[in-house]
């Protein structure tokens, strides 16, 4: 692995890290993330990003498969899929770093018209190859960028558009390809996750999201739960919880308070879901997260 693009990373931790070791960038959807120790575990509906993890290690589950990855790996992941992950190896003296770009599904559909075409892989939404050495080198030359505002508005966008050819190019081009199809599946279904992930405090009946994605109920709900490995009605669950989880352990909301945001009329039924998906009912996991938070600050 590039070790100038680890100490770039290193350099954006140091100076924009958030006491949970998570630095956002000045170009959307670059992030940065450092670890001083093993983490607990963290539920997220992941959007399609490429994760490369420059020292330490990690493990990600989707359902019943578990991804142990460590310096020099890149994890893909193609869908809007419901991932548990842990940060396995960090230390002070060896802190887990990473940097992530979510995947900008019209860059690849431009992308593939343009590239000569190759084979398509749909199959399993996450995946784990070596990081390619042509995809390192754009990566750092994408968080340079960000310590020169000056050049951001001239270059970022050229070097975002480099940065997915290379995944294109590379290990993970067949898996992404999928993404770039106009019209296609993964297309007609993400539009049924930003309605989701825009209104997910509101009642959302499965005729609606159908339209959006422009399929019968029937196809969409087989489609869409192939796609996210998830119903729409557990897709949408899990988005307020994982919310409801932020709200009371990043801004302090009450348990009662959370609930009644995120879209439920129960704080009965909200409590007994929320024990179900983290495993603790949501006054003691609260405690436990900002635990481990001030742990690591």
Same mark, same amino acid.
């Given at each position: 692995?590039?070790?100038?693009?680890?100490?770039?990373?290193?350099?954006?931790a140091?100076?924009?890290?958030?006491?949970?070791?998570v630095?956002?960038?000045?170009?959307?959807?670059?992030?940065?993330?450092?670890?001083?120790?093993?983490?607990?575990?963290?539920?997220?509906?992941?959007?399609?990003?490429?994760?490369?993890?420059?020292?330490?290690?990690?493990?990600?589950?989707l359902?019943?498969?578990?991804?142990?990855?460590?310096?020099?790996?890149?994890?893909?992941i193609?869908?809007?899929?419901p991932?548990?992950?842990?940060?396995?190896?960090? $230390?002070?003296?060896?802190?887990? @770093?990473?940097?992530? /770009?979510? &995947?900008?599904? #019209?860059?690849?559909?431009?992308? *593939?018209?343009?590239?000569?075409?190759?084979?398509?892989?749909?199959?399993?939404?996450?995946?784990?190859?070596?990081?390619?050495?042509?995809?390192?080198?754009?990566?750092?030359?994408l968080?340079?960028?960000?310590?020169?505002?000056?050049?951001?508005?001239?270059?970022?966008?050229?070097?975002?558009?480099?940065?997915?050819?290379?995944?294109?190019?590379?290990?993970?081009g067949?898996?992404?390809?999928?993404?770039?199809?106009?019209?296609?599946?993964?297309?007609?279904v993400a539009?049924?996750?930003?309605?989701?992930?825009?209104?997910?405090?509101?009642?959302?009946?499965?005729?609606?999201?159908?339209?959006?994605?422009?399929?019968?109920?029937?196809?969409?709900?087989?489609?869409?739960?192939?796609?996210? $490995?998830?119903?729409?009605?557990? @897709?949408?669950?899990? /988005?307020? &919880?994982?919310? #409801?989880?932020?709200?009371?352990? *990043?801004?302090?909301?009450?348990?009662?308070?959370?609930?009644?945001?995120?879209?439920?009329?129960?704080?009965?039924?909200?409590?007994?879901?929320?024990r179900?998906?983290f495993?603790?009912p949501?006054?003691?996991?609260?405690?436990?997260?900002?635990?481990a938070?001030?742990?690591?600050?």
């Open positions: 692995m590039n070790d100038t693009l680890l100490a770039a990373v290193s350099r954006c140091q100076a924009h890290a958030n006491p949970g070791g630095a956002q960038t000045s170009i959307p959807g670059l992030v940065v993330i450092r670890a001083t120790r093993p983490s607990g575990l963290d539920h997220a509906i992941s959007r399609p990003l490429v994760c490369l993890v420059l020292q330490g290690g990690k493990r990600v589950a359902g019943a498969q578990t991804f142990n990855f460590t310096a020099g790996d890149s994890l893909l193609t869908a809007d899929v991932t548990v992950s842990q940060i396995t190896r960090a $230390s002070s003296a060896l802190p887990y @770093f990473s940097l992530v /770009l979510e &995947l900008d599904l #019209a860059v690849i559909a431009e992308l *593939a018209l343009e590239m000569k075409p190759g084979p398509v892989d749909p199959g399993q939404p996450v995946r784990m190859e070596q990081t390619d050495t042509e995809v390192a080198d754009a990566a750092l030359r968080l340079r960028l960000t310590e020169r505002p000056a050049a951001l508005p001239v270059l970022q966008a050229q070097l975002v558009r480099e940065m997915h050819y290379w995944l294109l190019a590379g290990r993970h067949q898996a992404i390809r999928q993404l770039g199809w106009p019209g296609g599946r993964a297309e007609r539009r049924a996750v930003a309605l989701l992930r825009a209104d997910f405090a509101q009642s959302l009946p499965m005729e609606r999201l159908a339209a959006v994605a422009g399929m019968s109920p029937s196809s969409f709900y087989q489609h869409f739960r192939s796609a996210t $490995s998830l119903s729409p009605l557990q @897709f949408q669950k899990q /988005l307020r &919880l994982i919310e #409801a989880r932020r709200l009371m352990t *990043a801004e302090g909301s009450s348990a009662s308070s959370a609930a009644f945001a995120v879209g439920y009329e129960s704080v009965q039924q909200f409590t007994r879901e929320y179900r998906m495993g603790l949501p006054g003691k996991d609260t405690d436990a997260v900002k635990s938070v001030s742990a690591l600050s």
